[in-house]
DNA sequence: AGACTGACTGACCGACGAGTCAGTATCGGG
DNA sequence: CCCGATACTGACTCGTCGGTCAGTCAGTCT
């Protein structure tokens, strides 16, 4: 499914196999409810031998959080694009964001799973990386679409590219919830809900008022 | 701490103190991450005495997630006020979610964990439920508003239901983040944070245009 | 006193977890 | 054809897990 496994794996059929194994269960099930002898099994190989390519259990999660990390984020980055007006952008962004979200729910759900662990910060460094950039860029076009008179200048940017991933993220996470509720009915156009999400966005940030 | 844990346990020292420590540890680290033996220790009893109170950890888990359950949700009730204006009720509203959210990160956090299970619905119907109540709460607040003439009639209620929430839910659970992120100064001022939040949000659905 | 009850415990069990190891299959280069 | 290296395996160790059990202890009712 061209994880990026290669960043990790260099080269190698069997360790692309077990990574992409890996990834499948720990973004099902979390961290400690995978053991080694059901990644081994997923894979088609023998427990054994994963230890030949990584050292220990944490090594594994690691690579597939960095491998993970490493698709993920070039992903996102696609969806930024800040040419064109703020407006443009940000409807771009949210759109290109969401169906990416949703295109690799398993590399989503990973992260999501690092950023609730307390105790032990396995890689939460990795997890936020990937956010902040994509943070830093949404940041950057609000703060463009503002010094170029496109943009009221009374809010945050922070605040706006906060809500803006929140919506998405929220929209993401609980999909299936939303669906049960019988008036939504944009569960199943994502796009739908972005376009609106991100008009009721710049109707409350754009300067001066229009329809 | 007044855990609802009388709602499960019917009076009783003893079984409090277990769903007190497991509520802790379960939020903190996961299901699986935690063992009875840790639970017993923590509450400061023996393993078997749990056994005494709770026929098996799924028990035990679902014991807590019930009574997490409730006084979450009864909290959560609490900041629903739609008297008012949709204006003020919303910003009511934003404002005391947030903070109760703040205010019992342990139960939110346990409840975000069973909204990222896959495989096994442990209790994903218990952590629907609330959030359900919730949104449908909000979507009044926006109904009402609407057919009052205050906000506009071209948005769909249930779409920022879901934004506020969002803002709200990824402030919470991507704060020790943003804290690293210099520009951000609302971090340590969630009431900063919604007031603006809700601000945006308010110039994107009211009726017409206003400063 | 003695019978009964619920709270509680230490010792134990089988199962399964991560990780090890000795050894086999495979294969490219000399 | 053999050699060394790499890919791979089954069988093992050992610690920890969830769960059980026989039994102790404090109180309470009669």
Redesign the interface.
Same mark, same amino acid.
């Given at each position: 499914m061209g994880n990026d496994a290669s960043s990790v794996c260099s080269e190698g059929e069997g360790c692309r196999k077990i990574v992409a194994a890996a990834e499948k269960l720990f973004?099902?099930?979390?961290?400690?409810?995978v053991s080694m002898h059901a990644i081994a099994t997923d894979a088609g190989i023998s427990k054994a031998n994963i230890y030949h390519y990584f050292p220990n259990k944490d090594a594994l999660y690691l690579a597939v959080l960095q491998s993970a990390g490493a698709s993920l984020r070039a992903l996102l980055q696609e969806a930024v694009d800040s040419s064109g007006t703020a407006s443009e952008a940000l409807h771009h962004f949210a759109a290109n964001h969401l169906q990416h979200l949703l295109a690799r729910p398993r590399l989503v759900?990973l992260f999501?799973?690092e950023?609730?662990?307390?105790?032990e910060p396995r890689a939460r460094d990795l997890a936020?990386a990937g956010?902040?950039d994509l943070?830093?860029s949404l940041?950057q076009i609000l703060q463009v679409g503002q010094e170029r008179g496109e943009l009221r200048n009374d809010?945050?940017p922070?605040? %706006?590219a906060?809500?803006l991933?929140?919506?998405?993220?929220?929209?993401f996470?609980?999909r299936d *919830? +939303?669906r049960?509720?019988p008036? %939504?009915?944009?569960v199943d156009r994502p796009e739908d809900?972005d376009r609106?999400?991100v008009?009721? *966005? +710049?109707?409350?940030?754009r300067q001066s008022?229009n329809a």
């Open positions: 973004a099902d099930h979390g961290f400690d409810a759900r999501l799973r950023l609730l662990e307390k105790g936020d956010l902040a943070f830093a940041v809010f945050d922070a605040l %706006v906060t809500m991933l929140g919506a998405n993220v929220i929209f996470q609980s *919830l +939303l049960q509720y008036t %939504v009915h944009f809900y609106a999400m008009e009721v *966005l +710049l109707r409350g940030i008022s």
